[in-house]
T-cell receptor, first 114, second 112 residues
Framework: SQKIEQNSEALNIQEGKTATLTCNYTNYSPAYLQWYRQDPGRGPVFLLLIRENEKEKRKERLKVTFDTTLKQSLFHITASQPADSATYLCALPKGRSGYSTLTFGKGTMLLVSP | ETGVTQTPRHLVMGMTNKKSLKCEQHLGHNAMYWYKQSAKKPLELMFVYSLEERVENNSVPSRFSPECPNSSHLFLHLHTLQPEDSALYLC???????????FGPGTRLLVL
């Protein structure tokens, strides 16, 4: 069956450092992968989409990599700030073509301390 | 603000009550979704509507009944719920089914 794994333990880092979050998947051949941010008691907010033919995507302090051989995506936040503290979710489409809903991982909580 | 609103934001109901959750999107999207999020669990997709037609129902109990009167509005009618149905219920929309989703703030539901 299809599985998405994100580190369930919270990641604690100091302000200014780079945070790296991991998303591993099995039994998927996704055409793309998405990352979302979720704050407590709020809905997820879309951050980035990376397609299977893209190795890396950047947006301001965010960088996402996508390795379809390893079946893994890494999500980096450089120069992290306390305001980056949140849960980060990766999401994959169930199928490859046409209409396909997203399946979300459980998410990894990031805590950035001053 | 994502352009997706949900009301109420908080709801407490007894197991014999009937209530409805409302979602409205102002983005001109054609697809809308209901998700359930319980503590320590991933988002669970409940229903998907595309152009007001239900295209997916993920084995959700019949005590949850969705309604999509038009592409901007989505309801989730609740009746005879159980305490384990207590969760954050999230609505989302996308331009077409399967594209990037925009979520509302959610309704925190407590069933007593």
């Amino acid at each position: 069956s299809q599985k998405i794994e994100q580190n369930s333990e919270a990641l604690n880092i100091q302000e200014g450092k780079t945070a790296t979050l991991t998303c591993n998947y099995t039994n998927y051949s996704p055409a793309y992968l998405q990352w979302y941010r979720q704050d407590p008691g709020r809905g997820p907010v879309f951050l980035l989409l990376i397609r299977e033919n893209e190795k890396e995507k950047r947006k301001e302090r965010l960088k996402v990599t996508f390795d379809t051989t390893l079946k893994q995506s890494l999500f980096h936040i450089t120069a992290s700030q306390p305001a980056d503290s949140a849960t980060y979710l990766c999401a994959l489409p169930k199928g490859r073509s046409g209409y396909s809903t997203l399946t979300f991982g459980k998410g990894t909580m990031l805590l950035v301390s001053p | 603000e994502t352009g997706v609103t949900q009301t109420p934001r908080h709801l407490v109901m007894g197991m014999t009550n009937k209530k409805s959750l409302k979602c409205e999107q102002h983005l001109g999207h054609n697809a809308m979704y209901w998700y359930k999020q319980s503590a320590k669990k991933p988002l669970e997709l409940m229903f998907v509507y595309s152009l007001e037609e239900r295209v997916e129902n993920n084995s959700v109990p019949s005590r949850f009944s969705p309604e999509c009167p038009n592409s901007s509005h989505l309801f989730l009618h609740l009746h005879t719920l159980q305490p384990e149905d207590s969760a954050l219920y999230l609505c989302a929309s996308s331009r077409t089914a399967g594209e990037t989703q925009y979520f509302g703030p959610g309704t925190r539901l407590l069933v007593l």
